[in-house]
Every structure is written in C-alpha cells, then in structure tokens.
C-alpha cells in the first residue's frame, strides 16, 4: 500500500491473507478454561498475575512493618526479611508487570486493536499460560519447603545467592526460585512470538505499522526486547542452577565459607551480573513502553485530541527499545568494573533520556488545549506522567557515575525504580483496567469506588516514596532490615520510616476497595455499550461488547485512517473510527 | 490452509526490488514480510531468540574461559582418539560434524522434493537427515562417555580448569537437546508426509490446524540453524 499516511481514503488493497480457521471449543472446558481464545488467555493471565501480585503487596506489608517498627515484631528475622524484599521484587517485576502487560494487556489488545480474529497461534498461547502458572506454582512452592524461598534479593546475584548464610541458598528455595524463571521464560517465549508475529503479519486491510495505536506499538516492541533480553537471564539461571546442584563453578569463586573452604573456584561474579542486567535493564523497558503505548491512548481519547507527534513517538518507543540493550553495565557502576566503561554506560544512559523526553512533552502537548475530560482513566494517565517524569528526574542522578557510587546502596536508588518501575505502570495499569473494563464485561466501573481508589493510591504512593529520597539522601542505606545504632542516621529516620509504614498499609487496603469494584461492577456496574468513551481504536468499534470468539462478526473490518481522529474538523462526531471512511460517505454509525 | 501459505490465494502486486521494496512492505497493510507465512515468520523469530541464547552460552564460556587463573585443557589432546597405535586430535568432532553438515544436505533436498509433492524421496529424505542427527548425538554421547570414563566432570577435571567440564557439558548437551528434538520433529513431519496428511490437508492433533507442505521448509529453518550453532560451538570449543 503506497499511502501511508493519517489521512482517511487512498486505496484499500485485497485481503493478501484468507480468513484464520478458529478452533471451535466443544466443551466448557475447552471454552474457559484450556481456552484458545486470546481473550480468554488475557484474563487467564492477568487474573493469575494479580493474585500473585496480593501475595507481593503483602509482602511489602511485611517489609514496611519491619522497617517502620524494628524489634516490634518477632516473626521477621533478619533471613525472613531477605525472603519478603527477594520475593516482593521478583513476583513484582517479573510475574506481575511483565505477566500483566504483555500475557494480559497484549493478549487482549493486540488482536482487536490491529482487527485480527485471534493470535495467530492459539495453541501455542494457551500453552504460554499454563506454563506461565506453573511457573508461578512453583515460585508459591517456595514458600512452603524447608527454609522458604530464596534471601538473596531480586537479582539473585552469586556468590551469596548459593551460600550458606543466605536463606534457601543451600536449601530447596534458590532452586525452585531459578526453574521457575527458566519455566517462565519459556511460556513467555511462546506467547511472545505470537504477539510478534500478529503484529507483523496478522493486521486487518488497510491497518498499516503506522496506523496502529501506540498501546500496539508500545507492547509490540517490549515483546521483541523480551524475546532478544529473556534468553540473557535463560542462560544466567541455567548456569547458576548448575553452580548450585551440580558443583561447577560458572559465578563461584573460591571462597571460605563459615571457616571452611567451598568446593567452587575459578568463577566470576561479575559474569553473572553482566548476564543478568543485559536482561536486567531491557526488562525496565519491557514494563515501560507498553505503559507508555497505554497512556498515550488514555490521553488521546479523555482529552479528545489527537496524539502529538505521532511518528515521533513511535520512533522514541523504536529508540528507547534499542538502546536499552546498550546500556546495561550502570546497574554495576558500584561492581569494580573499568572506569571507562562507566564512561561509556553513563553516556548511553543519558542519551536515553532524549527520546523519553520527547514522549513526556508530546504527552504534555497533547493535553494542550485539548477538551480533557477527568475521567479515572485520565487521573491514572495524569498521575502516571508526573510519576514518571519524577523517577525519570531522580535517573539522571543515578546514571553519573560519581553521584551513583554515594547514592548507590541508600534508599534513593529504592524511591527511584519504585517512581519509575514500580508506581508508575502500576498507575497505567489501573488507568488502563477503568478504561478496558467496559469493553471486556460490558459494564462501567463504579467511579466513587474509582475515585477513592485513585486519590488513596496517587497521594499514597507519593507519601511512601517521596521521603524514600530524603531518606537515601541523608544516607539510610538499603537492605538493611534495621538501622540500629548507627551514628551520621539522625532520629528522624526512624520516625519518617514509621510514616512510610502507615501510609503503606492504607495503600494497601486501598487496593482491596479495587479488587472490591472489579468483582462488584461485573454484576451491579452501569451498562457500558459498545463504545463508553467515544474512542476510535477498533477495539470499540465490535459488533458485540465483549467481543465473542473470533472478535468480529462476519467481516473483519476495513481500516482507513490512524488512531487518533479526535475532534476532526467538519466531522459529524468529535470522533472518527479508524473503520470508518468519512469523508468518502457518511457516517452510518450511531454515536 | 489458507493462512500458513501464500500459493495461490489473492492476486500478487508488483513489488519494488532493493530499499525501496523494503520500505514498501515495511509501510504496507497486513503484513511486513510479504512472502513469509505466519509459521515461517514464527521460527525465524524464534530463532533469533535462540540466537540470543546460544551467543550467551558461548560469551559465558569465553569469559569463564579467559578470567579462569588455572590452565585450559588443550583441545587437541583432550579430544583426541586413539586410533592405531596413534591419537588422532580432533578426529571424532570431524566425523561429527561432517555428519551433521551432511544432514544439511538432505534436509535441503527434502524441502525440495516436498514442495514438488514427491512423497516418497521426502520422506526417505527427511529420514536420512533424522538418522544422520541420531548418528551425531550418539557420537556425543560417546564423546561424554570418553570424556567422563577419563575423569570429566562438571566440577572438575584431571587436566585444569574446571570451568572447561562445565563449559562443556553444559553447551554440548544444550546443543545435543536442539538435535534430539530436532530428530523427533522430523520423524513426526516424515510420518505426516508418508501419511498424507499435507495434501489432505489434516488438522493437527493438537492444533487442530491445517498443515502442508511448507511446514518440510520451517524444519528445515530449525534444522539448518541447529547446524549453523554447531560450527560455531565447533570454533570456539574444540579450535580455540
């Protein structure tokens, strides 16, 4: 097709492919359970990620109880507080946000958004959940053998990881710790090329790259780093896996270990730091950019405005995704590598900092002058900006070298991927869910519930993580379970930690109210209608809400224009679906 | 099915040759890869991504390789046979990979003789290539045995460098699993094609999806990358 343009008309080109041949489920079974159906698959997964992802927020219930009052509590050893940070940080990244994002959100989007029928694979992605649940069973499994799970924190770096001293380092808890992420891996790399390869080869007529919301674009390149980044951490666990049961030396130096010399020798450490961060810091972005697509979309639409600067966020969410693969070495700057390699790293780093800018003020531009309407998922969106940009801020102080090296083990290190990774999607995932909620149940969301929701968690998070700053400026170091006597930490530490504490546990609960609405609007919700927020993406555009088995009826519909026709002027309707060919003849839908 | 191949459905544009032509497909509708199926595009995605982990295997093995502080064994003596009255280095990794490139070959001309729908040579085809990889992965499990009966292990060995077991084992037995299953995939595709199954058109058990006979060509993608990671874990293991 020559027109690539925005612009609506041109030639629509012959189907180049037939129609996908659906597997027609003949048992409940087959229909919502071992389901084939990408939607299905999407709920799966996103149902299976939150209830793990409790199982993490509780943990950091655990943690804060600790930090905000040391001594007060029995139960948490120094080794079980090494369990809840190691199982907090891996359930968060790993099971919950890349679960969420990609098996969730791209399950369910990216075949409606480019007017497909399914994943081009469906086998292949029902089997991508139920090994990403047993990889999940088997993380939970963990917590209930001998020694509990592994201690070593999320990055599982060696030597200590196979230790002794650490929890589940010479028991079964490191162990299962490194087959569940193998397991992982491998249900991802399934449902991965499929989200790819529909992507490339399986949009609808007239859906150019070009032409697909940002939402596709952002999950459709953290899919492509996480199928280049996953196989770095394959590798890094296998090899540790075998340190561990059967005796080499791949990460083992040689080492004394409780007065007595250990069998290993000769490894490096820093190998397997270099292994886990070339997936490490890709897999920040794998969380980043499908948030960034989602919010760009929530923008758009609550604010009635096109995106600004569409080609240019593309091509940031294209730059951002390859340099994350060069820049991976200034999670190590405090490892005793070269310092012209932090030289290097460094540089990268900021360079990064120039596409995520473009984004910010594109994002800013957007609103600008736009009919913005504050709806939840627009509070979400709004919220998620100005956390980002907060823990974006806080990046270019940890990406220099010489201010890294002072700051790296304090809390501020903690305040800033908790701004930028932790929060900040998180925000877009709940903006994300109020928005797609109607579509996938056919009712809205409660917006009092949602309201409430929103303000506890918004306020909240900043609440936590804002002192996190002061708290690592005045030197608190991380990782500790407590501070103790320690001379440079004044006292207000401890009563700044306190407050931190309280303001988790609302938080917390706070989310306990959403779990509350999303069960109670599936029966009581108001009837959403096919298209509640008059958006153009085809998602919306289904003959029935929620969309059935095969997505579309008996046509798949026809693309004409790009995703962000809002407020066209001349139009019958401050929106133009991308299915619909105005000007070329008028608008037969209803609004 | 329709979908896994593109003969004969629809008509087929002009296309610009060069840049120019990559733009085009890039900037296109429905798909960026205009000749490729959906399954082929899959496997070569996926091997990309196996690229990926093999390229860390080999880069863990060079580091471990080069930080390690005690001698490395020396490939010629170590993999050596004795063979009348005299060691012959390297002999066995010859023969192996001699045999594994044949296999190639085979599976090439398999490819061919199945999109002419000449049943039978594929299937002779694809079992020859299927016997040439059992053959090598039965020659590495005598060169584990070799290996092991000298002393070998995975934490240790009689010569230097422990890193040098473990490197080995560990890549040689990644590589050898690619080949087993390579060999299972190629006797379930010999017994659809023997079967029929692709001019049938039969679902798949477990997909139930159509197949044909371009799924001869995307094991063959699988097979000849299989291949192409050998010489590599050949240079770097058994030359350097």
Redesign the interface.
Known sequence: MVDATHRAGGVIPPAEVPELELYHPKSWWTTYVFSQDAKVIAIQYAGTAMAIGLVALMLSWLIRLQLGFPGTFDFITPDAYYQFVTMHGMIMVIYLLTALFLGGFGNYLIPLMVGARDMVFPYANMLSYWIYLLAVLVLVASFFVPGGPTGAGWTLYPPQALLNGTPGGQELGIILMLVSLILFIIGFTMGGLNYVVTVLQGRTRGMTLMRMPLTVWGIFTATVMALLAFPALFVACVMMLFDRVLGTSFFMPALVEMGELTSHGGGSPILFQHLFWFFGHPEVYIVALPAFGIVSDLISTHARKNIFGYRMMVWAIVIIGALSFVVWAHHMYVSGMHPLFGFFFATTTLIIAVPTAIKVYNWILTLWRGDIHLTLPMLFALAFIVTFLNGGLTGLFLGNVVVDVPLSDTMFVVAHFHMVMGVAPILVIFGAIYHWYPKITGRMLNQQLGLFHFWVTFVGAYAIFFPMHYLGLVGAPRRYPELGGTAFIPESVADLNAFISITAFVVGFAQLVFLFNLIWSLRYGKEAGPNPWRATTLEWQTPTTPPPHGNWGDERPVVYRWAYDYSVPGAPQDFIPQNDPWPDKPLTRPA | ???TT?NG???K?ARKSGLRGVV?D?????????S???GK??MW??L???T??F???LL?YM??RM????PWPDANEVFALHIGGANIPLILIAIMTFVLISSSGTMAMAVNYAYRRNRNVTVALLLVTAALGATFVGMQAFEWTKLITEGVR??GNPWG???F???FF?ITG?HGTHVTFGVIFLLIVARKVWRGDYDRGTPGF?????GDYEHVEIMGLYWHFVDLVWVFIFAFFYLW
């Open positions: 099915m329709g979908e593109l459905f629809g008509a544009a085009e890039w900037s296109s509708d429905q798909r960026a890869f205009k490729a199926s959906w595009a899959m995605i996926f990309l991504s196996d990926f982990v390229g860390c295997f863990a580091t471990a930080s390690t502080t005690e995975p934490w460098a422990a890193q077991g473990s490197s560990m990644f477990f997909t139930s999806r159509r």
